[in-house]
C-alpha cells in the first residue's frame, strides 16, 4: 500500500483514465453503427439470388470475423494497463481499419448493386406502382 502519492501522478493517471474511456467509448459506437450495417448486409445476402448468394456469404463470413476480432481487441484495451495500451490501441485502429475497409467494399460490390436494383424493380412490380424501372440486365424474366 502506497502512503505518500505525488498529486501529479494521481492526475495523470486520472486524465489516462479518462482519455482510455473516451477512446473505448468512440470506438463501441462505431462498432455499434457498423453492427448494423453488417446486419443489414447479411439480410441483403440473404434476400440474392442462389448463384450470387454463395459469393456475398463468404464476404460477408470475412467481414462478420473482422468486425469480432475488432470487438475483442477493443474489449483487450479496456482491461489493458497504462504499458500495454498503446500497443493494444494500434491493435484496434488496425482491427477498425481493415473493418472499415470491408464494409466499403461491400457496400461497392457491383453484384450487390445489382441485386438492389432487381428487389427494387420486383418490389415495385409486385406493388402494381405506375413507375416501375427497367428490369435489370442479365433479367431472364423474358
Known amino acids: 500500500m502506497l502512503i505518500f502519492v ?6 495523470r493517471e486520472e486524465v489516462l483514465r479518462g482519455l482510455k474511456e473516451a477512446y473505448q467509448e468512440k470506438n463501441e459506437a462505431q462498432l455499434k453503427e457498423w453492427s448494423a450495417k453488417v446486419k443489414e448486409f447479411q439480410a441483403k445476402a440473404e434476400m440474392a439470388k442462389a448463384d450470387v448468394k454463395i ?27 497504462a504499458d500495454a495500451y498503446e500497443k493494444g490501441k494500434q491493435g484496434v485502429e488496425k482491427a477498425m481499419g481493415d473493418l472499415k475497409k470491408a464494409l466499403k467494399a461491400l457496400k461497392n460490390n457491383t453484384v450487390l448493386k445489382g441485386e438492389r436494383r432487381r428487389i427494387a424493380y420486383y418490389r415495385e412490380h409486385e406493388r402494381g406502382s405506375s413507375f416501375i424501372p427497367s428490369p435489370p440486365m442479365g433479367d431472364d424474366t423474358g
Not at 6 to 11: G, R, S
Not at 67 to 75: E, M, R, T, W
Open 6 to 11: 505525488d498529486n501529479q501522478k494521481i492526475l
Open 55 to 81: 459469393g456475398l456469404q463468404k464476404d460477408l463470413q470475412a467481414l462478420q470475423a473482422k468486425h469480432k476480432a475488432a470487438q475483442q481487441k477493443l474489449k483487450d484495451l479496456k482491461g489493458a494497463s
